[in-house]
């Protein structure tokens, strides 16, 4: 399962294949507070991505996302679905939070033991 | 009288497959045609349960946000007069043929001061509803997914939103319902307007941002039941949910915005009161413009404000 190490925090979420990057964040607890449509369509939700490769099944609109930005390392979170293990740069706390609270607990669920 | 309504909007779709899901089986508009444009690009119309004209939405392949809207007069002689005013503000107007748009008659086509393209138009086709007009039932039985009956209006931005209020009121011979506005001085910049030609409380608002974008074009609904409704059915098809449901200060109106699959912004929208040609109109000034907006959490964020296609 690929998994999305977000820098300089080093939160690391475990995603499901073929999860789009910032859904995957959702589910394990980590905040992006920088999304806007969820759906490719304003780029709201662009993040560096500093280490591996992502993949985009969906159309973006070259509006949104140009091709000299998909391959200079830029991710639209919303529709990114990462090959293998990427990593992330977000610098800015305001746009980002590890897991608090009961939100600790949605990562941890991932990692552990799979349900019967 | 000039302007009857926003008869359609033309809005572009990254993934047609996924829209006609949305707008056909979420929404539960009524397509009325595909085709393929010259360019190659694919195209699907729709209109609502309770619209008779041929369609009220056009989805366009390739891309997202807005390519055009329509604007239906009551008569034919309206088109030269809108022809002659929208000259007379400085537009450049060109005229439009029958069949240029499927089933729409001759207009004309102008670009607005907001880089929008506008098409006014006297005929289409008229396929009629479900219900007919011969002792109609209330709705059809067989709705499918929120049942909207209708397009209602759109909220555009523009760099020069009092522009585009001159040239609304000037060439349309709309009056604005509401504004949002620096101060209550004389001088104070307008930041907003809600715009209309009827009793109906906006076909077409304009905010401050940049040219040609689309925040969001709404379908009408009957009441709070039927927003709360929608957004059930938003939950139960995956559609992001925007804001709400809340009411908006702004109009009244009840809401919810979402967004659908290429990301251009949708709304439900419900009651808001009637408007009147000498109705005061409310103005609303920045440290209240949380609650113009989103009458119950009384706070603007970010992206309901920036996040346009």
Redesign the interface.
Same mark, same amino acid.
């Given at each position: 399962m690929p998994t999305v190490r977000i820098e300089p925090s080093g939160f690391v979420a475990h995603l499901q294949p073929g999860e789009p990057v910032l859904a995957g964040l959702n589910r394990c607890g980590f905040t992006v507070r920088q999304v806007g449509c969820r759906r490719g369509g304003c780029g709201f939700c662009k993040i560096d991505l500093v280490a591996g490769e992502v993949t985009y099944e969906k159309t973006v609109a070259e509006s949104v996302l140009s091709a000299e930005e998909k391959t200079s390392g830029t991710c639209l979170t919303c529709r990114a679905i990462p090959e293998g293990d990427i990593t992330l740069q977000i610098d800015n706390e305001d746009v980002s939070a590890k897991p608090t609270g009961l939100m600790k607990y949605l990562n941890q669920a991932v990692c552990g033991p799979t349900k019967e | 009288m000039g302007v009857m309504r926003m008869g359609y909007a033309h809005v572009?779709v990254? %993934?047609m497959g996924?829209a006609k899901d949305h707008y056909a089986n979420t929404m539960g508009l009524y397509e009325t045609r595909s085709d393929v444009t010259a360019e190659g690009n694919k195209r699907t119309f729709y209109k609502g349960w309770d619209e008779w004209d041929h369609h009220s939405v056009v989805l366009e392949e390739g !891309? /997202? !946000?807005v390519v055009k809207y329509g604007w239906k007069v009551e008569y034919e002689h309206d088109l030269e007069d809108i022809e002659k005013k929208a000259r007379e503000f400085g537009l450049t107007v060109e005229r439009m043929s029958k069949g240029d748009n499927p089933e729409i008659g001759d207009g004309i086509r102008f670009t607005t001061p907001s880089d929008h393209v506008f098409e006014v138009y006297h005929e289409a086709t008229a396929i009629g509803t479900e219900v007919g007009t011969h002792n109609p039932d209330a709705f059809p039985r067989h709705l499918v997914g929120v049942g909207a009956p209708a397009l209602d209006h759109s909220l555009i931005t523009a760099e020069d939103p009092a522009l585009m209020q001159s040239m609304l009121e000037q060439v349309f011979g709309f009056f604005a319902t509401e504004r949002v506005q620096t101060s209550l001085d004389d001088d104070a910049h307008l930041i907003a307007t809600w715009m209309t030609s009827t009793n109906q409380i906006h076909q077409l608002a304009v905010l401050e941002g940049p040219q040609s974008k689309l925040h969001h074009f709404a379908f009408r609904l009957g009441d709070w039941n039927e927003v709360g409704r929608a957004a059930d059915l938003m939950a139960m098809d995956d559609v @992001?949910i %925007?804001v709400g449901p809340t009411r908006h200060g702004i109009t009244r109106g009840q809401t919810v915005y979402f967004?659908? @699959?290429? !990301?251009?912004?949708n709304e439900v929208f419900a009651g808001g009161y009637l408007a009147y040609r000498d109705r005061p109109v409310s103005v609303w000034t920045p440290e209240q413009l949380g609650k113009g907006i989103f009458y119950h959490a009384r706070e603007l964020n970010?992206?309901f404000t920036? /996040?346009?296609?």
């Open positions: - | 572009r990254t %993934d996924e !891309g /997202v !946000g @992001p %925007d967004f659908d @699959p290429s !990301g251009n912004r970010d992206r920036t /996040v346009l296609t």
